[in-house]
């Protein structure tokens, strides 16, 4: 499951939710994949992240979104 791959403490860039394991948070690889960056570059960058972070983090973003009204 995706959101296996998103943690989230108090004590870790202040409670942002983050790639487990890292502190790469999850609203950076948004921004990243929304501003047009190739995957491959974001995973060269960030060597400790899998395909599978980027994608966790974009439905991590989605869910959060699902219900929120604007």
């Given at each position: 499951m995706a959101h296996e791959r998103i943690h989230s403490s108090a004590g870790?860039?202040?409670?942002?939710?983050?790639?487990r394991g890292t502190r790469i948070p999850v609203d950076l690889l948004v921004r990243m994949v929304?501003?047009?960056i190739p995957q491959q570059e974001i995973l060269a960058d960030y060597p400790r992240l899998q395909t599978e972070d980027i994608q966790a983090a974009?439905?991590?973003a989605a869910?959060?979104?699902t219900d929120?009204?604007?």
């Open positions: 870790v860039m202040g409670g942002k939710p983050v790639i929304a501003q047009g974009l439905l991590y869910a959060i979104l929120e009204a604007v």
